[in-house]
């Protein structure tokens, strides 16, 4: 069965640090999908990143980055220079090849930064 | 930019009624899919629709639940006799192939209050 953990349930920062956010999964697959969603206040799910099992490069975007370990069952999401507009809850999520098209999520991180 | 909506923003009911959310997936997508996500708690799948046809849900999606494409372009998720554990925000979403080989655009979501 497939599993997505995110053991920080809340991070607080100042405006301007770097923040890394853990995910951890587990899967029985060796295809699979990764994927990380912000959910601001407001409440919508929006799409940052999709990732699959056998592309581990990592990849940058702006001041985000994403660190894809297969060795550790791990898909980290860096934010450099945190901006107050990144306040949101970030969630991890898997689809396995053999699990159709369902997207199982982790539990969240609440990122708040701090001007 | 195509996005994915959902009406109401906010449905207030009383327990026992039935309920329909709606949702107006992108135009050009094929596959579509229902979550839900409990105050403070993680995202979950309910179910995925492609070809006029459920084809997968979770043991979440009971018989209390049922979904359908009444048009070309409304999706609607329908709970017979809501429960207090019902209440919760829906979110419809959408992709253009499999979720696994694409990524889902959620909506908005549905606020779901049961009294």
């Known amino acids: 069965a497939q599993k997505v953990t995110q053991a920080q349930t809340e991070i607080s920062v100042v405006e301007k640090e770097d923040v890394t956010l853990d995910c951890v999964y587990e899967?029985?697959?060796?295809?699979?999908?990764l994927f990380w969603y912000k959910q601001p206040p407001s409440g919508e799910l929006v799409f940052l990143i999709r990732?699959?099992?056998?592309?581990?490069q990592n990849e940058i975007s702006g001041r985000y980055s994403w660190n894809f370990q297969k060795s550790t069952s791990s898909f980290n999401f860096t934010i450099t220079a945190s901006q107050v507009v990144d306040s949101a809850v970030y969630f991890c999520a898997l689809s396995e090849s053999n699990a159709g098209n369902m997207l199982t999520f982790g539990g969240g991180t609440r990122l708040m930064v701090k001007p | 930019e195509p996005e994915v909506t959902q009406t109401p923003s906010h449905q207030v009911t009383q327990m026992g009624q039935e309920v329909i959310l709606r949702c107006v997936p992108i135009s050009n997508h094929l596959y579509f899919y229902w979550y839900r996500q409990i105050l403070g708690q993680k995202v979950e799948f309910l179910v995925s629709f492609y070809n006029n046809e459920i084809s997968e849900k979770s043991e979440i999606f009971d018989d209390q639940f049922s979904v359908e494409r009444p048009d070309g372009s409304n999706f609607t998720l329908k709970i017979r006799s809501t429960k207090l554990e019902d209440s919760a925000m829906y979110f419809c979403?959408?992709?253009?192939?499999?979720?696994?080989?694409?990524?889902?655009?959620f909506g908005p979501g549905t606020r779901l209050t049961v009294l």
């Open positions: 899967t029985r697959d060796t295809t699979y999908y």
């Open positions: 979403a959408s992709s253009t192939a499999g979720g696994k080989y694409n990524e889902q655009f």
């Open positions: 990732r699959n099992s056998f592309d581990e």
